[in-house]
């Protein structure tokens, strides 16, 4: 069975794409409450969007030697909203250690998931960690059935894992300031722990999904997260692009010094083509911030002639 049919269409308008999107909190449905804890996860409803967090806080990360906190880019989620005749259009990525990929993926495969990509965010992390795009259509319980198998497969992974598990780190002394930062890209934040992150919607791709919305929470967003301090901090994030904006947006990143680590899709048979890049900087936090508001001033732009 085919569960990818997108239906989309684009208005393309810079003051749109720089707009933050307004996260509504609203009531859980009980059936999204039964989603929760049938996993056993903790989550939030918003914007019509039930939101399921799995974070790998088992797994200690270093880039290059240098820790790097489950928040700066190591949060896994599945996300569920509504689409036609009262069905649920599922989305996610999860994070993966190499050896957890292909048991996760044939437990998604069994149980009538599609897995829409896999890729990597990093370079020269240790352990090395991988992204699985997952993508369903159902009821909100048939849903969690299906995808609960691969979930129960990281969290035995994270259980054994626990005893040989690093003692976590004490809260940095010293950590980079947000308002600054949101000053810089033009966008406001959420500090989480050490690490400030920016989400950025892009409410300019109108993507659907057997009617759904398809939107920022669930994964159809650029963002970018800060750990460190002000004078030595590092960036990871990602950029939601259509097609004519890759290369502009891949010569601001290169030219303000930030390495790129993937180019890659998240969702399959989707109509306009959306591409995601991941990048990755150090340096002081604010030059960080300039080089992420260079790209993301491209977006929202209408196709040009010369790139």
């Known amino acids: 069975m085919v569960w990818m049919r997108y239906v989309a269409t684009t208005a393309v308008c810079a003051v749109t794409v720089l707009a933050g999107d307004t996260m509504t909190a609203q009531e859980m449905p009980a059936e ?42 190591f949060g896994g989620w599945v996300a ?92 940095p002394s010293a950590t980079v300031d947000g308002a600054a930062l949101a000053k810089i890209i033009g966008h406001q934040g959420e500090q989480t722990g050490p690490v400030y992150k920016i989400t950025i919607g892009r409410p300019d791709i109108n993507v659907r999904e057997h009617g759904a919305v398809i939107n920022a929470r669930m994964g159809l967003n650029t963002w970018a997260a800060f750990a460190g301090s002000d004078a030595d901090a590092m960036v990871a994030g990602d950029v939601a692009m259509l097609e004519h904006e890759v290369t502009p947006v891949l010569k601001a990143l290169r030219a303000n010094g930030l390495d790129i680590v993937a180019i890659h899709h998240h969702m399959t048979d989707v109509k306009p083509i959306v591409i995601f890049l991941h990048y990755y900087g150090t340096g002081p936090a604010a030059k960080l911030a300039q080089g992420v508001r260079a790209a993301v001033d491209l977006l929202g732009k209408a196709p040009t002639s010369q790139q």
């Open 32 to 73: 999204y409450k039964s989603v929760l804890s049938t996993l056993g996860k903790t989550g939030d409803f918003k914007d019509g969007v039930l939101k399921v967090n799995i974070p790998r806080n088992d797994v200690r990360v270093t880039i290059r030697q240098r820790p790097a906190p489950t928040p700066f880019g």
């Open 80 to 171: 569920l909203t509504k689409g036609d005749h009262g069905a649920d259009v599922l989305m996610g990525d999860l994070v993966l250690t190499e050896d957890e990929v292909n048991p996760v993926m044939s437990a998604l495969l069994q149980n009538g998931l599609d897995v829409t990509a896999l890729h990597n965010h990093f370079f020269w992390e240790q352990p090395r960690i991988f992204y699985m795009h997952v993508h369903g259509t159902g009821s909100a319980a048939e849903l969690t059935s299906r995808v609960k198998p691969a979930l129960d497969l990281i969290d035995q992974g994270a259980k054994r894992a626990q005893p040989a598990a690093t003692p976590a780190s004490p809260p």
